[in-house]
């Protein structure tokens, strides 16, 4: 039944715990997949209207995928972090002369930073023009934080 979650807070009683996991294995064995899952889903209603905050989400990490399960980089990391390198310094040094000529423009060049970064993996590594085969991919960057 999908992803084995990682608990990072240590379990108060292991007993009760291991007593419902017992549970929703059994009715998941005897009912199926999806009668197991429309009792967990009726369960965390009931906890909400008992007024427990529960995070719900899809998998078993909110922002990232553990370490023994990720895959291969797909390219050339040393090559791409020296780009991403390149890349930075340029832009750090456009806003640099920029600021020499009119001040007060470039303040947020770290945000830039961290933000080309993640643009760059995705324009090597993810998006997809319509010379694939594909009808492409739409994207719109609304950018609210530096000049780059």
Known sequence: MGFARRSTQPDPDPVT????RDSIQAV???WGEGEARRLLQATVEAAKDAG?????????YLNTIHPE???AYPGDLAMEERLHGII?????MMVT???KYF????GHISTYASA???WEIGFNHFFRGKDDGSSGDHLYWQGHASPG
């Open 52 to 60: 427990v905050d529960i995070e719900v989400v899809e998998t078993p």
């Open 88 to 92: 930075r310094w340029n832009a750090m």
């Open 97 to 99: 002369r920029a600021n």
């Open 69 to 71: 399960d990720q895959g």
């Open 103 to 106: 001040d007060g423009i470039g």
């Open 28 to 30: 998941a064995e005897r």
């Open 116 to 118: 080309s970064h993640a």
């Open 17 to 20: 715990t291991q007593e419902w």
